[in-house]
C-alpha cells in the first residue's frame, strides 16, 4: 500500500477511537450522577461496554493512583493506534487479498491497545513503588503486598484497553479491508481501459508480472515454516508455566506474583503422579488442584489448542504478505495475531465448557467469557512480541538462502 493510502488509513482509525472517546465523554457530562460502570460482563451489553468504559472517568476511590495519568494513557493509546495501523499497512500489497489486509487492520489495532495496557502495568509498578506507605485504603500495607495483589484490585479496569482492541479491530479491519478492495478495484479499471484503448504496455509498469511484489505465499511451505517459528517462543512459555516453581509463586508476593497475572493461561507439564480423589473434593467443595488430573487435561488441551490457531492465523497473515522489508509492520501483524489466537482460544473453551456443563445452576457464559477473555488477551499483549521474532529471523534466513530477493528493501508502491 503507498504512503498515502497508509496515511489516510492511520489517519482514519485515530479517528475513529477520537470519536469514540468524544462520544462517551459527552454521555459521562449529560448525567447528572457520577458514572458507575459495571466491569463484569452478564450479557452482550456489559461485554462490549468493557471496552466502551476505557475512556470513562475512573472512580478516585478504586483508582487513586491512576487517575492522574489516565487522560494521557488514553491519548497515547489513541496515538498508538494510528502508528501501528501505519506501520501494519505497509505490508499490504496489490497481490494481498481483501481479507488478509482485513485481518492486517484488526491485528494493528489489537497491538496498539495491547502496548497501552502493558503502559498501564508499567506506570502502576512506578507509581506504587514512589508512593508513601498507606496510601491505599489508609491501610499500611507494603509495596510487595500492593502489587501481588494487584491482580485482584485492579484487574477489572486495567483490562478494559484490551477490550478497547476488541472493538478496534472490527473497525480498522473494515477500513484497511476496504481500503485494499478499493485499490485492487481501480487497478482492474485501469488494466480494462488500458486494455480496451490497445495500449501497449510498458516494461516498467508497476503492475506488469514482473515488477509484481514477491509475497512470502510465493515460494511452496515458506508461510508454514515462518508461522512453525512464530509458535516455538509460546511453547517455551507454556512448558516454563507448567513447571513446579511457577505454580508454587502463586502464593508468592512481589513481582513474581504480578508476573503470574501475564501467565495464567496456557500451561504444559508431565501428568500429576499422585492420584487424583475426585470424590474428596466434590465433597467437600474444595477448588480443584492445579495438578489434579481433570485440570491438568483441561489446561493441556487449552494450550494446545492455542499453539494449532497460532500457527493456522500466523500460515494464513504471512502468505499474503511481502517477502521483505516493512519490519516493524511485521511485528505489529503477528503481535496482533498472537492476541487474536489467545482471544479465539478462550473464546471456544468458554464454548465448549457451557456446552458440556451438567451443573445445576447452569452456564453463565457471558460472565465466563469476560474473565477468560481478560487473562487471554493479557497473554497475547505481554508476550505476542516474542512470536515476531524468530518469524523476522526465519524470514530472512529463508529469503537468502532462496535468493528470492538479494537486497532487502522496503516494499513502497504507487497507486
Known amino acids: 500500500m503507498s504512503r498515502p493510502f497508509r496515511t489516510v488509513a492511520a489517519v482514519l482509525a485515530a479517528v475513529s477511537a477520537i470519536l469514540m472517546y468524544l462520544v462517551v465523554t ?32 475512573l472512580d478516585p476511590v478504586t483508582a487513586p493512583m491512576m487517575d492522574a495519568v489516565t487522560p494521557l494513557i ?36 489489537l497491538t496498539a491497545t495491547a502496548i497501552g495496557d502493558l503502559l498501564w502495568w508499567a506506570t502502576l509498578v512506578v507509581r506504587v513503588h514512589t508512593a ?9 500495607l507494603d509495596h510487595s503486598t500492593l502489587l501481588a495483589s494487584a491482580h485482584l484490585t485492579l484487574t477489572g479496569w486495567t483490562s478494559d484497553a484490551l ?42 509498469d508497476d503492475s506488469a508480472p514482473a515488477a509484481r511484489v514477491p509475497l512470502i505465499g510465493d515460494v511452496r511451505g515458506r508461510s508454514a515454516n515462518l508461522a512453525l517459528a512464530g509458535v516455538l517462543p509460546v511453547l517455551v512459555l507454556m512448558l516454563v508455566n507448567g513447571t513446579q516453581a ?11 506474583a504480578l508476573l503470574r497475572v501475564f501467565l495464567s493461561r496456557p500451561a504444559l507439564s508431565p501428568p500429576p503422579r499422585g492420584r487424583d480423589d475426585v470424590e474428596y473434593r466434590l465433597t467437600h467443595e474444595i477448588d480443584p488442584n492445579a495438578l489434579s488430573m481433570d485440570v491438568w487435561v483441561h489446561r493441556s488441551v487449552l494450550a494446545l489448542a492455542l499453539l494449532v490457531v497460532l500457527w493456522l492465523l500466523l500460515w494464513a497473515l504471512l502468505a499474503g504478505l511481502p517477502n521483505s522489508g516493512h519490519r516493524l509492520g ?61 518469524v523476522l529471523l526465519a524470514r530472512r534466513l529463508l529469503d537468502t538462502e532462496t535468493s528470492i530477493d538479494t ?5 513502497h508502491e504507487s497507486t
Open 330 to 390: 511485521l511485528v505489529v501483524v503477528c503481535w496482533g495475531a498472537t492476541i487474536a489466537a489467545s482471544a479465539l482460544t478462550a473464546t471456544s473453551d468458554v464454548l465448549v465448557d457451557c456446552a458440556i456443563s451438567d451443573s445445576p445452576t447452569g452456564c453463565a457464559p457471558w460472565q465466563s467469557l469476560g474473565l477468560q477473555l481478560t487473562s487471554a488477551l493479557r497473554f497475547g499483549a505481554a508476550w505476542g512480541w516474542l512470536v515476531a521474532l524468530p
Open 246 to 256: 511457577v505454580w508454587d509463586s502463586y502464593s508468592g508476593r512481589g513481582f513474581l
Open 163 to 204: 477490550f478497547l482492541g476488541c472493538l478496534l479491530a472490527g473497525a480498522n479491519a473494515s477500513l484497511v479491508g476496504c481500503t485494499s478492495l478499493a485499490i485492487l478495484l481501480l487497478d482492474r479499471f485501469k488494466k480494462d481501459t488500458d486494455d480496451g484503448a490497445d495500449e501497449p504496455r510498458d516494461v516498467t
Open 26 to 57: 459527552a454521555e459521562v457530562n449529560s448525567m447528572s450522577e457520577p458514572i458507575t460502570v459495571t466491569r463484569t460482563a452478564v450479557d452482550f451489553q456489559t461485554l462490549v461496554a468493557k471496552g466502551m468504559v476505557f475512556f470513562a472517568p
Open 74 to 109: 488514553r491519548w497515547v493509546v489513541i496515538l498508538l493506534v494510528g502508528v501501528s495501523t501505519y506501520l501494519a499497512c505497509g505490508l499490504v500489497t496489490r497481490r494481498t487479498h481483501p481479507f488478509i489486509a482485513a485481518m492486517v487492520g484488526a491485528a494493528a489495532a
Open 407 to 411: 537486497q532487502e528493501t522496503p516494499v
Open 132 to 140: 508513601p506507605t498507606g496510601w491505599y485504603a489508609n491501610e499500611a
